[in-house]
């Protein structure tokens, strides 16, 4: 029965280990957002925080999540931004990166 018990509580910590939801930053670097913005300086896009700072204040999750899910046009420079469907990131995994992005 002791044993039982260790088992029980060691399947529930492993667990709740994989189900914390995982930041912003650790989502866009899994969905390679990474690899064309830095969260403090221009790539081949925009800066994360420039984009945090273009919209502070607004209520823009819902066409940020858009922009990135269509990709299109540069609006931040000549290069225009690649489309991101949900194959590559869901749309709750977009929603939360839209947000940390918003927040810095």
């Known amino acids: 029965?002791?044993?039982?018990?260790?088992?029980?509580?060691?399947?529930a910590t492993?667990?709740?280990?994989?189900?914390?939801?995982?930041?912003?930053?650790?989502?866009?670097?899994k969905?390679?957002?990474?690899a064309c913005h830095t969260k403090d300086k221009k790539l081949v896009g925009p800066a994360l925080k420039d984009i945090g700072?273009?919209?502070k204040g607004q209520d823009v999750i819902v066409k940020l999540m858009a922009k990135v899910r269509a990709g299109g046009p540069g609006v931040w420079?000549?290069?225009?931004?690649?489309p991101n469907p949900v194959e590559k990131i869901s749309d709750a995994d977009l929603?939360?990166?839209?947000e940390w992005v918003l927040k810095l």
Do not use: D, W
């Open 95 to 98: 929603k939360t990166a839209v």
């Open 77 to 82: 420079g000549p290069i225009p931004m690649a």
């Open 31 to 34: 969905s390679g957002c990474m």
């Open 1 to 11: 029965m002791k044993t039982l018990n260790i088992l029980l509580v060691a399947s």
């Open 53 to 55: 700072a273009k919209y």
């Open 14 to 29: 492993l667990l709740s280990f994989g189900a914390q939801a995982a930041t912003g930053e650790e989502i866009m670097t």
